[in-house]
């Protein structure tokens, strides 16, 4: 296991020197505050509370949700 991974930090670094998306979203559910704290802790801005549709497909079942949107943005981006 990497350094940063054992020490409980986020693994968004890496992602941050690729090319490509220069955004990450979350979607935690609102209610959880912990995921909530953790994501603000490693630089996650907070949006929006959204209702997330439930979503029903031969491959996977996920029930209609209250999320709440978290914002990553690549150093540099807009």
């Not at 990497?2 to 941050?16: H, K, L, M, Q, T």
């Not at 996650?44 to 949107?69: I, N, T």
């Amino acid at each position: 296991m990497r350094p940063a991974a054992a020490a409980g930090r986020s693994r968004c670094p890496d992602v941050r020197l690729r090319r490509g998306p220069r955004r990450i979203v979350a979607e935690p559910d609102a209610r959880n505050d912990d995921v909530l704290q953790r994501l603000e802790r490693t630089g996650f801005v907070l949006g929006p509370e959204v209702e997330l549709p439930e979503v029903d497909l031969p491959e996977v079942y996920l029930p209609a949700k209250r999320a709440r949107l978290a914002f990553l943005s690549a150093p540099g981006s807009r």
